[in-house]
């Protein structure tokens, strides 16, 4: 699948936020063997001399890089974030976050719809954080939207895809849309049923950062969505609601 004309190396995005230290981002980010790393202008301030050294070590990981704009709440903050980091990154790439509510972190859909017009009018290639919903995704596409990045639970809540027939309807509806669960991934096998639905990528942040050993689970998530993706193009099996014997039986033994 081409996000906006471009391949990727890989389905597995990575988020950089939250890692104990650079290092163990950038062993985490080789280990993922991640197609895209995606980057909070907000959190990492240009101007201080930490911030300096992320962005250094951001370009060193050489990993295609998707500018974000998380913690942003209104359009207005949305739509200037997304300029200053067309700036830093050289990329018109954005993954665009409008958040609506503070507890949940969920996307405020209508400013989400608005910004990405805005931005798409302004020859931005928008990845829009939202919902599974079928209607807000058409808006989203006819603001000019070309990739879709669903949540799978609320940011950063590890509960997997809360609506997994939401998920799989999108899925349906828009066969040719790049789709990207986006959000909510706490384990690998999180990652490979979306990849078994049929999504084109993940994006994971937390589950990573925050492991233990966040190399290693770097390392499990790259397995699982090459699993998931495996398992998907092998066009998997129905589930039934009956037994069915798994060994035909031809006669009956011959009993002495
Ligand atoms: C980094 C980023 O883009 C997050 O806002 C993203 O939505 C990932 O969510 P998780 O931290 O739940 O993986």
């Known amino acids: 699948m081409l996000f906006y004309g471009t ?7 990575l988020g950089t936020a939250q890692y104990p230290s650079p290092e163990i981002l950038a062993s985490a980010v080789r280990e993922a063997q991640a197609g895209v790393i995606t980057v909070s202008l907000r959190r990492e301030s240009a101007g201080q001399k930490a911030g300096q050294a992320f962005w250094s070590l951001i370009r060193e990981l050489n990993v295609p890089v998707l500018p974000n704009t998380a913690g942003c709440h209104t359009v207005k903050e949305a739509v200037t974030t997304a300029h200053m980091a067309r700036e830093v990154f050289e990329t018109d790439w954005i993954k665009l976050e409008v958040i609506g509510d503070s507890d949940t972190l969920q996307p405020d859909v209508f400013g989400l719809v608005e910004a990405a017009r805005i931005l798409s009018e302004d020859g931005f290639k928008v990845f ?3 919902t599974e919903d079928l209607v807000v995704a058409e808006r989203l596409l006819a603001a000019g939207c070309e990739v879709l990045m669903p949540w799978g639970a609320p940011i ?7 609506n997994v027939f939401g998920l799989r309807a999108l899925r349906a509806h828009f066969p040719d849309v790049p789709l990207v669960v986006d959000a909510g991934i706490g384990v690998p096998s999180h990652a490979a049923q979306a ?3 049929g999504y084109d990528a993940v994006l994971i942040n937390t589950a990573v950062a925050k492991a233990g ?4 689970m770097a390392r499990a998530f790259r397995l699982a969505v090459e699993a998931g993706k ?3 193009e092998a066009d998997p099996m129905e589930a ?13 033994p011959m009993l002495a």
């Open 7 to 13: 391949p990727l190396t890989s389905p597995l995005m």
């Open 128 to 130: 829009p954080y939202t």
């Open 156 to 162: 950063g809540s590890g509960r997997g895809l809360n």
């Open 195 to 197: 990849m078994e639905l």
């Open 213 to 216: 050993d966040p190399a290693l």
């Open 230 to 232: 495996a398992a998907f």
């Open 240 to 252: 039934r609601d009956m037994a069915a014997p798994s060994t035909p039986l031809l006669g009956r």
